[in-house]
């Protein structure tokens, strides 16, 4: 992949959701419309998918998506403390990574209503990810096959690489920074995000490499 315009990162953005469907599609998966028990307040995404979300919205609806992720600003959430590539570098240098901490139990994600998705089709990929093998609303939590978290891995670490120099961070924080900082009166967004960076080295475990070889080979083709 070489060095890309914002519109060119767009454009990426799209083709690696299409692959990413397009090789997850195999997965056994329990997901369907209505449960939503994955859609929490500790959803993160990167500044390149919060401009796609918004860039996909007519302008009152992005005003009513802004004011209801505003609305919800003030409660808890995870606030990450590494991007993807970070952790990847964290993990090759043999060092402890930092504990995540993002409670289910402090609530829905603020763009869930009614159990379904507010902005589906623009969904970042944190959410298309997260494909279950058994009911989370069963269960009380997601099953998620191992080969299925090595492949979310590498799509997250090439849409981090993709937006390097760009955000990672919280839902709320980074929507409402792409939206209109100054408007919500928010001021402190960016103490919350982190500095998207390059990849280093790649998540993928030796029982994984021969099977996502070609993957690496599609995405790199972009
Ligand atoms: S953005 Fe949509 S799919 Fe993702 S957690 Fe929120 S409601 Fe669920």
Redesign the pocket.
Known sequence: MKNQGFKDKQIILKQLFMLFDRFSEEMERACEEGC?A???RN?TLTSLEAKHILDGLNSDEKDFVSNRVANEHHKNRLIPKTTINELAKICMNGEEPPEEFGDPLWGE?P??SNQR????DL??L??RVMISKKRCNVTGFAEIDEYMVTLSNLFMQYLEHVDNGGYFGN?SDILLLEADNKKYGLANLSENLLVNKPIEMLMVPPEHREKIAKIINAIQKI
Do not use: D
Request: charged share 5%.
């Open positions: 939503a994955c859609c929490t959803v994600c763009l869930l998705c507010m902005i589906y969904r970042p944190a959410c839902l």
